[in-house]
């Protein structure tokens, strides 16, 4: 009987229309998408449904996150995008990073005592780095897509033009960059309501960035880098105290670089790239672990370990890491198993180590804005994209007619060797400021694979970004849904400040007295954080399932059974 069986494949094999690849490699029962905004998510299954791939639908959700989420993505930002292309396997990193502007330098946000000048990297145009967005879109269409470029930005014109429903969440980060916005009077027009908080279900129309959006989708990447666009952009920014030429505009350029890989047991783990801290941060974290059995161990144990994984993975960061194409990043070294295995070593199995026994650099605050998807098409493509405009609004300044946000992605960079951020992140001269580099980065698209299972993932957070992930990822290890990782309770260690930072309610009283008995300095936050977007698809179940973090209000569908999916 079994051998019939076996020869009956072998005969299929052979004479079916089908090649041996497709026999093995199923595809995915549905599409699916999950996105921070249902406005954004609906943009993306739309051009799905239209013949657009994974692709395509990027492009629609990038570009309508810019118009209904403005306090974490845009067109005035950057982002990495995480690509699979099924058909041949290949995977790269789009990087759509911001490049600091030509005129800009080492020293340019300290006083003349050599201080940080407190804000100068956060509002106004001084803040903003080169967007990335509006090329990495051309980009993605161009190389990528299957639909021209103006029909998978139409949705996002669209939503533009109609408007969008204000709603608490945009409330909440309006209202804690209200007065930064009140001092730009194009911000003031577009997101505020006569200069104050506009109320819940007010409607935001974007005419200017319907304009922007209509140029891109005519011109391309063109059309925001040249032309009435930029002219636009630069004499605004520079009119209001910022260093834009039309020389930067013309010169950004997005690169495509390869993913970094690791293994964590029989997980494929593929994650950002250099100027992302991500990748090289969670193998280094992922290498760590896989010297302990953590299912086996109790709560505190594993805890601590992590802990103390992080700990070192983030030490690494400030030392070693900032823009691959300015700063030689010792990347094989950094990603190997043995350097992993000697920092193993160093960790005491119920002890802390205090960070100030590690070789090397102090503050931390939380990241409540940038945005994350995921989406997965019929044929198995996929992208895991993490987009920024860093602080919630950016740099809260929109130079007149463009409608455009600006970010304030320099203060990603290291104002001052030592001198923490906006995320209590330190650096050093790896990532110090430099003309046309890239501000490293904590953003974290991640592809997670097994034999069987396909997760796709990410999520907004700051210097957070990176250990969410990692959690997200043990939660996949320990073959739990979707759910389950952009549910988790959170907790965070980033070597400077020394201390084990979680969620409200996430540790029990008796965890919490056992690790500080193991000498970790505790932080009970003061809220929940992350905003989680993921994707599973299992091939065994023949099941793709999205799940969107409960913190947001964000929305996850497949092509089928659209609410099933969703998590409320
Ligand atoms: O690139 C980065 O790491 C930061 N600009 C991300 C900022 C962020 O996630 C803000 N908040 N949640």
């Not at 709560?299 to 370990?305: E, F, P």
């Amino acid at each position: 009987m079994h051998t019939l069986k076996l020869l009956l494949s072998a005969a299929l094999i052979f004479f079916s229309p089908l090649s041996v690849a497709e026999i093995s490699a199923p595809k995915p029962p549905a599409a699916a998408v999950a996105s921070a905004h249902p406005l954004a998510t609906d943009a993306g299954i739309e051009i799905i449904h239209q013949g657009g791939n994974a692709f395509d639908a990027a492009i629609a959700v990038t570009a309508a996150l810019a118009v209904v989420e403005p306090a974490g993505s845009g067109l005035g930002g950057g982002g990495f995008w995480l690509l699979h292309r099924e058909s041949d396997g290949f995977q790269t990193m789009l990087d759509g990073r911001e490049r600091a502007p030509l005129a800009a330098h080492r020293d340019m946000y300290l006083d003349e005592k050599g201080e940080v000048v407190p804000k100068l990297s956060i509002d106004g145009p001084l803040a903003a780095g080169i967007p990335g967005v509006p090329a990495a879109l051309e980009h993605l269409a161009n190389q990528y897509g299957q639909l021209p470029l103006r029909q998978s930005l139409a949705p996002a014109i669209r939503l533009a033009r109609d408007g969008f429903a204000v709603d608490a969440r945009y409330r909440r980060l309006a209202g804690f960059r209200l007065k930064a916005l009140q001092k730009s009077p194009a911000a003031t027009a577009i997101f505020l309501d006569q200069n104050e908080l506009p109320t819940t279900g007010f409607v935001i129309k974007q005419p200017d960035l319907a304009n922007t959006l209509e140029a891109i989708a005519q011109n391309g990447a063109a059309g925001f880098y040249s032309g009435p666009v930029a002219e636009m952009l630069v004499n605004r920014t520079r009119t209001a105290g910022g260093i834009w030429t039309r020389e930067d505009l013309m010169q950004y350029k997005v690169v495509e670089r390869a993913p970094i890989k690791t293994r964590y047991r029989d997980i494929e783990v593929t994650s950002a790239a250099p100027p992302s801290s991500g990748g090289i941060a969670l193998a280094t974290m992922f290498q760590i672990l896989e010297h302990y059995p953590l299912d086996q161990l109790d709560k505190a144990t594993r805890i601590h370990l992590i802990a103390e994984a992080m700990r070192r993975a983030y030490r690494d960061r400030a030392e070693y890491l900032g823009d691959p194409d300015f700063v030689s990043v010792p990347l094989k070294r950094l990603t190997h198993p043995f350097y992993a295995a000697g920092l193993a070593s160093t960790i005491h199995p119920a002890k802390a180590t205090p960070s100030d026994q590690l070789p090397g650099i102090a503050d931390n605050r939380l990241g409540s804005d940038t945005t994350h998807f995921s989406i997965i098409d019929r044929d198995g493509n996929r992208v895991a994209a993490t987009l920024s405009i860093n602080f919630p609004f950016g740099s809260a300044f929109v130079p007149a007619g463009t409608g455009v946000l600006l970010n304030d992605e320099m203060d990603d960079f290291s104002s001052r060797p030592g001198a923490p951020n906006i995320y209590g992140l330190v650096g050093n001269s790896a990532n110090a400021i430099a003309p046309g580099k890239r501000p490293l980065s904590s953003m974290s698209p991640t592809f997670l694979e097994d034999q069987q299972r396909v997760a796709i993932l990410g999520t907004p957070g700051g210097s957070r970004i990176i250990t969410m992930v990692l959690l997200g990822a043990l939660e996949f290890a320990a073959n739990k849904p979707p759910q389950a990782w952009v549910s988790a309770p959170r907790f965070h260690h980033q070597y400077l400040p020394d201390r084990l930072s979680f969620e409200p309610d996430t540790f029990s009283e008796e965890t919490i007295s056992a690790l500080a008995t193991m000498g970790h300095p505790l932080k009970e936050g003061s809220r929940q954080y992350g905003n989680m977007q993921a994707i599973l698809w299992d091939r065994s179940q023949n099941s793709v399932i999205a799940a969107s973090d409960p913190r947001g209000n964000g929305l996850a569908s497949t092509t089928e059974n659209r609410d099933a999916s969703q998590l409320d």
